[in-house]
């Protein structure tokens, strides 16, 4: 039978020479490739004392915008957990009561919004399917720990601050539900 692909190798059964049994050549080739090596920079960057650079479309940890009065842009739609891929994204949608408006823009937002960052991959869909512009991956670093529970992100931490404004400007690019 002949193969699909029509590239054939004719493997030869060489016998080797004596200085090819003894393995020399490869072992100091080997050696004079480790040494060349040991003279070159190292990829690895110490962390505490530097940090790397990251590229401009670097995904870090999730946060949830506000509008410009401080209000919430989430309306608990449910597009972004619908688009994760990695199911990492879970929420409970509530009615505002009156006296709320200064909370939430909409009549309807998320009571509960929850992203598991052990499931997460960072793929960025999430921020791509809310119609909204409520949820964007920032250029910060998850924090690590040894538990389970702390990597359970509730509004508390995804929710930016009133006071201090989360920088998403180099997450938003041309192109993108107009912006420009």
């Known amino acids: 039978m002949e193969s699909l692909s029509n590239r054939k190798k004719v493997v030869s059964d060489k016998k080797m020479?004596?200085?090819e049994s003894l393995y020399l050549p490869a072992i100091f080739s080997g050696m004079s490739k480790?040494?060349?090596?040991?003279?070159?920079k190292p990829a690895t960057?110490?962390?505490?004392?530097?940090?790397?650079?990251?590229?401009?479309v670097y995904r870090g940890m999730h946060v949830l915008k506000r509008d410009e009065q401080g209000r919430e842009n989430c309306t608990a739609c449910g597009l972004c957990a619908v688009a994760c891929p990695a199911e990492a994204i879970t929420m409970k949608a509530a009615e505002r009561q009156p006296g709320e408006e200064h909370?939430?823009?909409?009549?309807?937002?998320?009571?509960?919004?929850?992203?598991n960052m052990l499931r997460?991959?960072?793929?960025?869909?999430?921020e791509e399917a809310c119609p909204k512009e409520a949820v964007f991956l920032t250029d910060r670093i998850v924090p690590t720990n040894f538990?389970?529970?702390?990597?359970?992100?509730?509004?508390?931490?995804?929710?930016?601050?009133?006071?201090q404004r989360v920088d998403i400007t180099n997450?938003?690019?041309t192109g993108k539900r107009g912006n420009k």
């Open 45 to 56: 960057v110490r962390y505490p004392e530097q940090e790397r650079e990251f590229a401009p």
């Open 147 to 163: 538990e389970r529970q702390p990597f359970v992100y509730g509004k508390d931490k995804l929710v930016e601050p009133v006071d």
């Open 120 to 126: 997460c991959i960072f793929c960025g869909l999430c």
């Open 171 to 173: 997450r938003q690019h």
């Open 17 to 19: 020479t004596f200085v």
């Open 103 to 115: 909370l939430y823009r909409e009549e309807k937002y998320a009571e509960t919004y929850e992203i």
């Open 34 to 40: 480790s040494f060349k090596h040991m003279f070159n």
